[in-house]
């Protein structure tokens, strides 16, 4: 555990070479990326991979401000300076991704190479059919239905929303635990519209090498805002779309995904 920013953040910190920092979504924790991180280690990589604030073991603040991107990012420049890493390799997926675009922008000093799975630049232009997709955005705004409903029939929606990726055994377990299911679903509470507008219209553009992946069986992205990322990126831009993979691409894909980071990272 690191006490970061007042609270404790469980952080995995394997081998011994360049950094790589590792950042999950929802509702997954650090575990998510257990075949990225045995890969990464093998071919001389740091693998860093911490569980999210209010996910996995890490605590779990009140309130929903405390969820917000900017602590998200505050948390990572923390990470950083508590394992004294000046600068980092970054990839992130689903709200981990959310988060690494944000910790590029903001600080390019401590952001060597970008990797960005299924979830695009938070300026992309958001298409009609990301409306439709992202229903379930609207839903988590409703606090106590939203938790009611998760929970409701064993966890139907859950498993439903996950589509079957495997990991729900380990989701119910971290999500029964007090207060987490609330935490969890506060990161879209903090910064969905109408809040979200408020908090990236100054965002500089990405000056590290960025790789965007996309997976065509991605039933909550819509693949066109990932594309057109390519303008917020001032440094070199790379897509890659991965077919037949659901949202889950670490899950899903490893073997390709890794093939791919250790083509991008060198």
Partial sequence: MLQINGISLHVDDLGSGRPVLLLHGWPDSADLWRKQIQFLVKNGFRAIAPDLRGLGRSDRPEGVAAYSLQNAVSDVVGILDALGI??????????????????????????????????????????????EMAWYQLFFQFEGVAEAWLR????????????????????????????????????????????????????????????????????????????????????????EQIDGASHWIPLDAPDRLNQLLIEWLG
């Fill in 86 to 131: 000046d600068k980092a390799d970054m990839i992130g997926h689903d709200w981990g991704a959310a988060v690494a675009w944000f910790m590029a922008a903001a600080h390019p000093d401590r952001v060597h190479k970008l990797v960005v799975l299924s979830v695009p630049h938070p300026l992309a232009p958001r298409t009609l059919r990301q409306q």
């Fill in 152 to 239: 409701h029939d064993n966890w139907a929606l859950l498993r439903e929303l996950t589509r079957g990726n495997g990991e729900i055994d380990r989701y119910i377990s971290d999500l029964s635990r007090p207060g987490a299911l609330t935490a969890s679903l506060n990161w879209y509470r903090a910064n969905l519209a109408p809040r979200l507008p408020g908090l990236v219209p100054n965002l500089p553009p990405v000056e590290a090498p960025t790789l965007g992946i996309w997976s065509t069986n991605d039933h909550y992205v819509d693949g066109e805002r990932m594309k057109k990322s390519d303008r917020f990126v001032k440094g070199p831009w790379r897509y």
